[in-house]
């Protein structure tokens, strides 16, 4: 392990110099630590020294996200190997195991939803997500999918097919819900299924969003003949059902190929100076199972050069093919890989996938028949995406500029935060933090605060305190993870009297001439600046306005919803507080077991006794200050 350092390297020269001097110029993987010791980004290449010395040269050609990495960097690591082809086997195992924040290369801006397979809960769940790499690292994700209604109709169809998991939660204590009444459910709430015997269900499921529809359909039509044989004709029915609805998935949409034995995927992207759309069709058996997008970074033109050559966009199309196929399971990788550009490394990457799959997996560039066609429609595909995200990006780009023309800022803001209050009368009094980089939401930055002022209470609000408080707290400490986050505008929802708190906060803490900030009224979606007496004069309906707007909105939609789970919390424990010798460490344990109050007033008090610090004596009195009646009898 590396000795732990407290500094970035790129604040230590010759510390720098010293460390890129002793990594070798062989294949192998690295692995960059922050002063915590923590991975931020593990790396492969066939020479490590001149691939991590690139990532301290010429450091205003990186992009955002690596700039930001490069600077928190403290120590690297390296693992040297014999052939690049061992370095990429080992980078997948590493990142698998370590996750690191700064190894997904593509960009993943909620556009494209992911499915999810839960596999570290006991009985798992099935559901979509925008969001991937959440939880578990043995949760599984499948995607990015670009048409959701396609997946949705898909993902209904297999509840409808195959007994799943519901609910995240049970619905009821006891007793099994309807979707058990009515076949849709094996009981899961109250285990009435086996975990393993669950397990096996759910991995036919995975199945069809593995591309192995046609394998599940023969799996099936054998337990089918067989139970009819048996005489199990309820049993053969029910699979007969499950075959026809998996055969309508995916029905009319036929791809003519030579050999619709083989499994293909075949990727082709469209490309400007600043991103690269890339899709990637999933065929098996002659149909298209799967459409995945993804939009990847250019980082390779230089000189302000507008063109990539073939081999740059080759090179894109390998590095989106490593990262799809380091998530995906073995049984995914298909015997053929279509590609609309030849990739720099293709024989490590066939070696790779082949040895993985535990056949040969060939990569093939078409010229011309139907291949080349295929790949013509991938290619058209990803360019509608282009077009579409450079319109996407037109539009926020124009209401950067307008709204840098509107509060006179010497250049684009790059960071915007907003900052809005939420209570009822002062009480569960909290703030929100909504962030947009590039005009753009970047839910990762977005944050709650409990307001802590002893004055804001129930029946006493002060919003002008409330506000001061959360920006103090916002940029009280310099040292801070946020402090290389500093916002090029901060918008606070509200008028004069908010704003003028703020001023107060940033000019004792000496950053108000650091710090850009205005405050949007909500009634005329009027913008006042530090010191005017009145507001700018500017058209609601003009795009930087709307741009605020959209902001306000979404830092006032954070900080309600943060309001009401707060508030209804506090509710469900104010009936609590009331029961003798029942303390805010039990009454969490009663609720992590019960879900709900109304579950812990129907308990009996032998119920209540199972929960783990809840005597009988204490279950008692819960039991009687629930049932008075029955207590007194």
């Given at each position: 392990m590396p000795t732990l350092q407290t500094q970035p390297l790129v604040k230590d020269p010759d510390r720098l110099e010293t460390r890129l001097k002793e990594i070798p110029p062989v294949p192998g993987v690295y692995l960059m630590r922050d002063s915590a010791d923590n991975i931020l980004y593990i790396g492969k290449s066939k020479k490590l020294r001149s691939r991590v010395r690139s990532y301290f040269r010429d450091r205003h050609h990186h992009s955002h996200r690596i700039s930001l990495m490069v600077q928190q960097v403290a120590d690297i690591e390296f693992i040297v190997t014999d052939t690049e082809a061992e370095a990429l086997a080992l980078e997948a195992n590493l990142v698998k195991s370590h996750q690191p924040h700064f190894n997904v290369l593509l960009k993943d801006d909620k556009k494209y939803p992911y499915l999810c397979i839960t596999w570290s809960e006991q009985y798992p769940r099935i559901f979509i997500t925008r969001k991937r790499r959440l939880g578990n690292p043995r949760d599984r994700y499948y995607g990015p999918y670009v048409d959701t209604g396609l997946l949705r109709t898909t993902l209904q169809l297999v509840k409808r097919l195959f007994p799943l998991r519901q609910r995240p939660k049970p619905l009821f204590k006891d007793r099994p819900c309807l979707n058990y009444d009515i076949g849709r459910c094996p009981g899961v709430c109250q285990q009435m299924i086996s975990p393993e015997d669950y397990r096996k269900i759910v991995e036919k499921v995975a199945m069809v969003f593995q591309g192995r529809t046609g394998e599940l359909i023969e799996t099936l039509r054998v337990q089918m003949e067989e139970a009819a044989a048996e005489l199990n004709f309820e049993t053969a029915a029910r699979l007969r059902d499950r075959i026809q609805g998996l055969q309508s998935l995916n029905a009319d949409q036929k791809v003519s190929l030579p050999d619709d034995r083989v499994s293909r995927d075949a990727?082709?992207?469209?490309?400007?100076?600043?991103?690269a759309c890339v899709q990637l069709f999933q065929i098996r058996a002659g149909q298209l199972v799967g459409r995945l997008g993804f939009v990847a970074e250019v980082s390779s033109?230089?000189?302000?050069?507008?063109?990539?050559?073939?081999?740059?966009?080759?090179?894109?199309?390998?590095?989106?093919?490593?990262?799809?196929?380091?998530?995906?399971?073995?049984?995914?990788?298909?015997?053929?890989?279509?590609?609309?550009?030849?990739?720099?490394?293709?024989?490590?990457?066939?070696?790779?996938?082949?040895?993985?799959?535990?056949?040969?997996?060939?990569?093939?560039?078409?010229?011309?028949?139907?291949?080349?066609?295929l790949i013509e429609m991938v290619e058209r595909n990803a360019g509608y995406e282009l077009a579409r995200v450079q319109k996407m990006g037109d539009r926020n780009t124009a209401?950067?500029?307008?709204?840098?023309?509107?509060?006179?800022?010497?250049?684009?803001?790059?960071?915007?935060?907003?900052?809005?209050?939420?209570?009822?009368?002062?009480?569960?009094?909290?703030?929100?933090?909504?962030?947009?980089?590039?005009?753009?939401?970047?839910?990762?930055?977005?944050?709650?605060?409990?307001?802590?002022?002893?004055?804001?209470?129930?029946?006493?609000?002060?919003?002008?305190?409330?506000?001061?408080?959360?920006?103090?707290?916002?940029?009280?400490?310099?040292?801070?993870?946020?402090?290389?986050?500093?916002?090029?505008?901060?918008?606070?929802?509200?008028?004069?009297?908010?704003?003028?708190?703020?001023?107060?906060?940033?000019?004792?803490?000496?950053?108000?001439?650091?710090?850009?900030?205005?405050?949007?009224?909500?009634?005329?979606?009027?913008?006042?600046?530090?010191?005017?007496?009145?507001?700018?004069?500017?058209?609601?309906?003009?795009?930087?306005?709307?741009?605020?707007?959209?902001?306000?909105?979404?830092?006032?939609?954070?900080?309600?919803?943060?309001?009401?789970?707060?508030?209804?919390?506090?509710?469900?424990?104010?009936?609590?507080?009331?029961?003798?010798?029942?303390?805010?460490?039990?009454?969490?344990?009663?609720?992590?077991?019960?879900?709900?109050?109304d579950y812990i007033r129907i308990a009996t008090s032998e119920q209540l006794a199972e929960v783990p610090g809840i005597g009988p004596k204490l279950a008692r009195q819960i039991y009687d200050y629930f049932n008075p009646s029955r207590a007194e009898s």
């Open positions: 990727i082709a992207l469209a490309a400007d100076d600043k991103q033109v230089k000189n302000g050069e507008s063109s990539l050559t073939s081999a740059e966009l080759g090179a894109i199309l390998q590095r989106v093919l490593e990262e799809h196929y380091r998530t995906v399971d073995d049984v995914e990788i298909p015997g053929e890989i279509l590609l609309q550009y030849d990739i720099p490394d293709e024989s490590m990457l066939a070696d790779w996938l082949g040895d993985r799959r535990g056949r040969k997996v060939t990569f093939v560039t078409p010229q011309r028949q139907t291949k080349a066609e209401a950067l500029q307008d709204l840098a023309e509107i509060l006179d800022l010497p250049e684009l803001p790059h960071r915007v935060e907003c900052y809005d209050i939420s209570h009822i009368q002062g009480s569960d009094a909290v703030a929100s933090r909504a962030v947009f980089i590039d005009g753009l939401p970047a839910k990762q930055h977005y944050r709650h605060y409990k307001i802590k002022n002893p004055d804001v209470r129930s029946g006493r609000s002060d919003d002008f305190a409330s506000m001061a408080e959360v920006l103090a707290r916002r940029f009280r400490d310099d040292h801070n993870s946020e402090s290389q986050d500093r916002p090029d505008l901060v918008v606070i929802d509200g008028g004069k009297g908010q704003l003028s708190a703020v001023v107060e906060v940033l000019r004792d803490l000496d950053i108000l001439e650091e710090v850009k900030v205005v405050g949007l009224a909500k009634r005329r979606e009027e913008i006042f600046l530090p010191g005017e007496s009145l507001p700018l004069e500017t058209d609601p309906e003009q795009p930087g306005v709307q741009l605020l707007r959209r902001l306000r909105d979404e830092a006032h939609r954070f900080a309600v919803s943060f309001h009401r789970n707060k508030r209804s919390e506090r509710m469900k424990r104010s009936r609590l507080d009331e029961i003798p010798g029942l303390g805010h460490h039990r009454q969490k344990l009663l609720l992590a077991h019960f879900r709900s109050i």
